[in-house]
């Protein structure tokens, strides 16, 4: 391989990265295979609600104050985790077995990126998650019954 050759390789490998950089790269992707599937991320809120659901999904949020993000879950069939992420950490905040609902919260924010992430263990039927951060200006001040 000549070195003209060689350059060429370099430049393109350099163009390839520097594209990838300027479209950015979430920290979390999502996979995962799902049947009547309603999800929607905007503002302060999330939310999903699906007829199967396997695989893992995130939601991202861009805060701008500290708070609590809080969730109200139900799960007809299978177990689903969910975690947070705010510092680059992925953190547990619960897990949800089928037959289940109830309110929780689902872990402190401050303000820049943070990530929800919902991961199914197998096949999950009959699902539905709303998600809402709650600006705070103090840690005890929100509190939420769990069932």
């Known amino acids: 391989m000549g070195r003209s050759m060689k350059r060429k390789i ?20 999502s ?3 799902t049947t009547m599937c309603v999800r929607s991320c905007f503002g302060k809120s999330a ?20 708070g609590w993000a809080i969730c109200s879950a139900s799960l007809e069939e299978g177990e689903i985790s969910v975690y947070y992420d705010n ?5 547990d905040s619960f897990k949800i077995n ?6 929780t919260l689902v872990g402190m924010y401050y303000p820049g990126t943070y990530y ?12 539905e998650f709303k998600f809402m951060l709650e600006d705070s200006t103090d840690s005890t001040d929100f509190t939420v019954e769990q069932q």
């Open 87 to 91: 510092d680059g950490e992925k953190r």
């Open 47 to 66: 939310f999903i609600s699906f007829g199967t659901f396997e695989g893992t999904t995130y939601f991202k949020f861009s805060p701008e104050a500290k």
């Open 98 to 103: 089928g037959g289940k609902s109830f309110d």
């Open 31 to 33: 996979s995962y295979i």
């Open 10 to 29: 370099v430049v393109l490998l350099l163009f390839f990265a520097m594209l990838s950089f300027s479209f950015g790269c979430d920290a979390y992707s």
């Open 116 to 127: 929800i992430i919902i991961e199914a263990k197998g096949k999950c039927k009959k699902g």
